[in-house]
């Protein structure tokens, strides 16, 4: 951790503030996500994690508050331009390309490059990638046929085609059967071990245990808990937030 | 290049020479059926390159068939033909990009109205200007422009609508504007500028629609607001694309043959009911057709792909 932290964060968020008409669904928050290093952003369902996402990756603008990634503001800028800086996401709802083939869906990540990959890259990059995700000779496939996971495959190695320096997963790991999970969390830990950073927003607990380096923790709006996995998990006011309090039940650890 | 690709190129090359022989030939109403031919093929087709991708469905046709017309009217007198003609694809192009830039952002629905309204919004401001400042409604076009020149200057515009639509499909842009059309926000986070490609394919497709406009407008010899602006031409575009089907490149042309045909042949026969045939012409094609000849070609032929391993 000291290391990591001697190091400029990849991505450092500061007071970042949104609301819809009444409702602050993101309430300054801070978060930073050191370079190599997997961060949880956990919460309730409906406590701003998506929004803080989309506020990340340039969907929806800011209020107020900073982003910088990379050592440079992006809060602000259009969503295009943050992903060529080389930040990359998935979505919430899986989103793939179905009129188009496998190959094109990663090519869709692939061709937009500044400055523009050859073809020749594009096309070993393509396979490769379908490979790193486990959809080896799916290229030619359209990818309106594709089970859910592989979906979610090809919707990872669309993300990583932009060659990322930092990763969003919108619940990625959600949906999937037991042996699947297992298949995804190795997945993900193969790209922290190539150096990726990842910021995750994740409901299921194995996957926080066993991926996260550490955690924040959001409720309506607002950041209540912050540091390593089982800290956070345990803490009293995490354990509220998910199950409400009971006057009956001790929060000790 | 494969040998059935050099039999396409070989027939498509035949097809043009004599296409452009047809002058020599044909006597005066069937050149002028052959004009109508060609105007709606340009139109039509340069309405897909835009609307077939990004599935904004535009109302403007019109708004900028009308400007090509009115700046043949106002400047053909004074300046060559080929400057007029520069002068009217750059007018279209800049209106392009400002009617883009202000209502691409919009939602399709929204885009659609905005298009329709546009197209009337310059008509009253050409009524205006003509009857507060010139103080005439109709403006003569007396050009050195035989119908001859007319139907070779359009040959030529549908041979280049064709050539940049290829291009445009092989290209970047192309393939952007697919990611756009599936999913907007998924573009976006591919690193596609979405408001340039799209500003861009408008005002690529303004151009072509301009260009008809300024090449039609000798034909009329005598043009008022009401005939270069008419909302007619606007939705006769919409409905030939979608019946040939405005994703492929070849789609609306396959539209705008056999519609151009009806149209005549309807407001030659039945001049005041033509307009309600149209109209049911128009539900007809939507309700039967909502992918166009070109989305039923596709089901067949994929259809026909698939049978052979069932009879084996």
């Not at chain 1, 594709?146 to 990763?167: F, G, H, S, V, W």
Request: aromatic share 8%; charged share 15%; net charge positive.
């Amino acid at each position: 951790m000291t290391v990591l932290a001697s190091s400029a964060p990849v991505l450092e968020v500061s007071a970042l503030t949104r609301a819809f008409g009444g409702l602050v669904a993101v309430n300054v928050i801070d978060l930073a996500v050191h370079s190599g290093e997997i961060v949880g952003l956990l919460g309730p369902n409906g406590s701003g994690k998506t929004t803080a996402l989309n506020l990340i990756s340039g969907v929806l603008r800011p209020d107020s508050g900073t982003i910088r990634f990379a050592g440079q503001a992006i809060n602000g800028m259009p969503a295009h331009r943050i992903a060529r800086l080389g930040l990359a996401r998935t979505f919430q709802l899986v989103r793939v390309l179905k009129g188009m083939s496998c190959a094109e869906n990663v090519k869709a990540g692939l061709v937009f490059h500044r400055p523009p990959l050859s073809r020749g890259e594009i096309d070993e990059s393509v396979d490769r990638l379908l490979r790193h995700v486990g959809l080896s000779d799916r290229g030619g496939l359209p990818a309106a046929g594709l089970t859910y996971i592989d979906c979610k495959r090809l919707e990872l190695a669309r993300a990583l085609a932009l060659k990322p320096r930092l990763l969003l997963l919108d619940e990625w790991l959600a949906g999937l059967n037991p042996s699947e999970l297992l298949i995804g969390i190795e997945l993900i830990r193969s790209l922290k071990e190539e150096g990726l950073s990842i910021l995750l927003v994740e409901h299921v607990m194995d996957a926080i245990r066993s991926l996260c380096d550490r955690c924040v923790v959001m409720n309506s709006g607002r950041r209540i808990a912050e540091g390593r996995p089982d800290e956070v998990l345990a803490d009293p006011a995490v354990i509220e937030a998910y199950l409400g309090v009971s006057p009956g039940v001790s929060t000790d650890a | 290049m494969s040998p059935t690709h050099i039999a396409a190129v070989i027939a498509v090359g035949a097809g043009l020479v004599v296409l452009a022989l047809l002058p020599r030939y044909a006597d005066a109403y069937y050149l002028s059926l052959a004009i109508s031919l060609l105007q709606f093929t340009v139109l039509a087709t340069a309405w897909g390159l835009f609307s077939g991708p990004t599935r904004y469905v535009s109302l403007a046709t019109t708004a900028f068939f009308g400007v090509g017309a009115y700046i043949v009217a106002v400047l053909g007198e004074v300046l060559a033909w080929p400057l007029v003609l520069l002068i009217a694809a750059a007018i279209g192009a800049l209106m392009a990009v400002i009617v883009g830039i202000s209502t691409l952002r919009l939602s399709g629905l929204h885009f659609v109205i905005f298009t329709f309204g546009l197209a009337e919004l310059v008509r009253q401001l050409v009524i205006w200007y003509e009857v507060n400042k010139t103080r005439v409604l109709g403006r003569y076009v007396f050009v050195d422009i035989t119908q001859n020149d007319i139907f070779w200057q359009l040959l030529g515009l549908a041979v280049a609508v064709f050539a940049i639509g290829w291009l445009i499909a092989r290209s970047r842009l192309g393939f952007a504007l697919r990611i756009i059309g599936e999913d907007e926000t998924v573009a976006k986070h591919c690193g596609i500028n979405v408001t340039l490609a799209k500003v861009t394919l408008f005002a690529i497709s303004a151009v072509f629609i301009t260009l008809v406009g300024a090449i039609m407008a000798p034909r009329w010899t005598y043009i008022e607001p009401s005939i270069a602006f008419n909302p007619t031409i606007s939705f006769q575009v919409v409905i030939m694309a979608l019946l040939g089907g405005a994703h492929r490149l070849w789609g609306p042309a396959v539209g705008a043959i056999p519609l151009t045909l009806l149209f005549e042949f309807l407001s030659a026969r039945f001049p005041a009911t033509s307009t309600l045939i149209i109209g049911v012409v128009f539900l007809l094609i939507v309700y039967a057709l909502p992918t166009g000849v070109a989305g039923l070609w596709e089901r067949v032929s994929r259809r026909r792909a698939a049978a052979p391993p069932v009879q084996a």
